[in-house]
Structures are given as C-alpha cells and as structure tokens.
C-alpha cells in the first residue's frame, strides 16, 4: 500500500518531545511511524490515541539504535507499511555526564552511538526514500554543540558531530532532499530531575527568562519539513535567547 499521505519517521517519540513532534505532524496531516526502545507502552498509547483520530496513520516500531541492524529496518518498515518516506525527525538521543578524567569508551560509544552513528545510518538507509519525495531529514541537535556544558565533553561532542552530519548531509543530498536541525535550550527537565535552584539558575541567564515548550519544538520540525523550502544545513537555535549570555 502507497499512501497518498505524506509520512514520517520520529525516533524516540513514544513520550516527551517526540511525542510532541509525532502530534504535531500528525495533526498537519502526516502519517507516522513511532519510534520507541524502552516504552513500548506510551508507543502503542500514543499511536492508539492518534489511531482514534485516523484510522491507519500510524506505526509502531521498538528497536534499540545502538544495533546498527535495525537502522536499516526502521526504514523497510515504514516502507512496507505505508509505500514512501517524506520526513526523517532524528530526534532520539542519550544524555548523561562523562565527569574528565572519569570517562571511559563505553560511555563514548553510547553517546556518540546515539547522538551521531545512529542518526547518520539513518538517513543513509532513508536516503533514497527522501529523494524519491523530494523529503527532508530533521536532526535534534543542541546547543552544547557550540558551548561546552562542565562534566559532558562527550555529550557535546557528539551533537558537535551531529551539526557538522547536518551540514554534510545538506550538500550530500541536494538538491533533492533539505537537511537541517534544531538546537534546543531547555525545553523539559532531565527524567533525573534537576534540582529548583539550579533550575532557577539556568532560567535567570536565559534572556527570555522560561523554558521552551514541547509545542514550540514541534511547531519547528513542522516549519522545517513544510515551509522552509529554500533552507538546508542550518542549525535553528530554540534556546530562548541562551547562547546570548555572556
């Protein structure tokens, strides 16, 4: 079956930003597949929710991205299921500290293996797909990509790879595929939580003075994939003014 529909593949959107990024595409008319790892649960919640919606807009997928197997199936499936690939939201991600002089290589293969292998292998396996719709690839970057964050190096340097994947992937695959990302500030608190007077810290050297919403990120994947049709290898900086302090 080949929907007439225009179709997307969100990593990580079972919950959090991703699932606010799946709403929103679907609502604009998307059909979706529904990347998860841990929580299948809010996966087939979310994808029941939207099913209610329009019947047949949704897929399900669980894979672990770190097995460099199932990148290329993600993309097989979502062909199988709805005929075409118009959008690729790279937006899973893993984030923790790796304190200098305490790193090791694990905690380097799993952030880089998430934040930069994964999203790369990706769009290569999508890469046909997209060209064939004229589609485009979203990459969730952020803004530690250009200022280092005290304790995560190595988080940092793999979205520093993802922006530069970003902008390489741009020339790659133009002109028939527009490849960009969005460096976000703080949208939601870590799952770890973040304790109130570090968050109000954060918030006072934020020129708008708030956290971003999850819809204010959606509404900029949206914009990218449907509007912004004369831009590819820009990094859209959400950050509520951050990178302005000094």
Not at 43 to 63: F, I, Y
Not at 219 to 238: D, F, I, P, S
Request: hydrophobic letters at 45%; glycine letters at 8%.
């Amino acid at each position: 079956m080949t929907t007439a529909r225009p179709v997307a593949l969100v990593t990580g959107s079972a919950r959090r930003l991703g699932a606010a990024i799946v709403r929103r595409l679907h609502a604009d008319g998307y059909d979706v597949a529904i990347h998860c790892h841990a929580s299948r649960g809010d996966a087939d919640a979310l994808a029941g929710e939207l099913e209610a919606a329009r019947a047949g807009s949704t897929l399900v997928l669980q894979a672990d991205l770190a097995q460099f197997d199932r990148l290329p199936e993600l993309i097989a499936h979502t062909i199988g299921r709805f005929g075409r690939l118009d959008a690729l939201v790279n937006n899973a991600s893993s984030f923790f500290a790796t304190p200098f002089g305490k790193a090791t290589p694990d905690q380097w293969d799993a952030l880089f293996g998430a934040n930069a292998r994964a999203p790369f292998f990706l769009a290569q396996a999508a890469a046909p797909h997209l060209r064939a719709t004229h589609g485009a690839i979203v990459n969730m970057a952020d803004i530690y990509a250009e200022r280092p964050l005290r304790t995560h190096a190595i988080y940092g340097m793999s979205k520093a790879a993802l922006v530069h994947m970003t902008r390489a992937l741009a020339l790659e695959l133009a002109p028939d595929v527009r490849v960009n990302a969005i460096a976000p500030g703080a949208i939601l608190w870590p799952d770890g939580g973040k304790d109130d007077a570090a968050k109000q810290a954060m918030l006072d050297r934020t020129p708008l003075h708030r956290t971003g919403t999850p819809d204010e990120i959606a509404n900029t994947v949206r914009w990218l994939l449907r509007e912004a049709t004369y831009m590819t290898g820009q990094v859209v900086r959400l950050d509520g003014g951050r990178l302005l302090e000094t």
